[in-house]
């Protein structure tokens, strides 16, 4: 008798330290998955900022030419240059 609950005894502590490590690998692996969808956010996040950095150096670059100045000066600013004429469209 005293051998079977021996034997019983290490059996649960078995089942039991296989159950807490089963339960602890579970817990783990779905932290892990947060942590990886969350990387996967920054990084496109990081991404989307080199492109942005990417056009403003090209901007910074072309920013003194002639061609990006009558640009801003046509778009932003509505100048036209002297020898231009303008036509409204009278019907919008």
């Known amino acids: 008798m005293k051998s079977f609950l021996k034997k019983?005894?290490?059996t649960m502590i078995f089942v039991g330290l296989f159950g807490y490590g089963f339960y602890t690998l579970a817990e783990q692996q779905v932290e892990i998955n947060a942590l990886k969808s969350e990387k996967d956010k920054y990084v496109t996040m990081c991404e989307n900022?080199?492109?942005?950095h990417?056009?403003?150096l090209e901007t910074k670059e072309k920013l003194h030419s002639d061609s990006y100045i009558e640009e801003v000066a046509?778009?932003?600013?509505?100048?036209?240059?002297?020898?231009?004429?303008?036509?409204?469209d009278a019907s919008i």
Request: hydrophobic share 45%; charged share 30%.
């Open 74 to 88: 046509r778009e932003k600013l509505g100048l036209v240059m002297p020898y231009e004429t303008i036509f409204v």
């Open 8 to 10: 019983l005894f290490y």
């Open 49 to 52: 900022e080199e492109m942005k």
């Open 54 to 56: 990417e056009q403003l």
